[in-house]
């Protein structure tokens, strides 16, 4: 099993940044791509940004030149630098982690951490 801790939310105004992160713990050697997903009121659950173990990473156009996704095998850590946010995207942003058996699929799930931007 693998366990995921989100933490870096809270309140900015348009414009401002948030720094997200995941630490996870448990059987980490199981987890190839990591990703952080959002759910805004009213709307589906959206893939923001993913990055796989050896680094391979792919944005979502609305984070594309905005929002910086890295990781840290060694720490076991996945962020989420965002950058000159938008009411828009607010949402409560989810880090997720897929197995190597399955890398399409993200079995392993994070508490979720509010994001809101003021306009």
């Known amino acids: 099993q693998v366990q995921l801790v989100e933490s870096g939310g809270g309140l900015v105004q348009a414009g401002g940044s948030l720094r997200l992160s995941c630490a996870a713990s448990?059987?980490?050697?199981?987890?190839?791509?990591m990703g952080w997903h959002r759910r805004a009121p009213g709307k589906q659950r959206e893939l923001v940004a993913s990055i796989t173990r050896g680094g391979t990473i792919n944005y979502a156009d609305s984070a594309k030149g905005r929002f910086t996704i890295s990781r840290d095998n060694a720490k076991n850590t996945v962020h989420l630098q965002m950058d000159s946010l938008k009411p828009e995207d607010t949402a409560v942003y989810y880090c997720?982690?897929?197995?190597?058996?399955?890398?399409?699929?993200?079995?392993?799930w994070g508490q979720g951490t509010q994001v809101t931007v003021s306009s």
């Open positions: 997720a982690a897929a197995s190597r058996a399955t890398p399409w699929a993200y079995s392993y």
């Open positions: 448990g059987t980490i050697s199981n987890i190839d791509r």
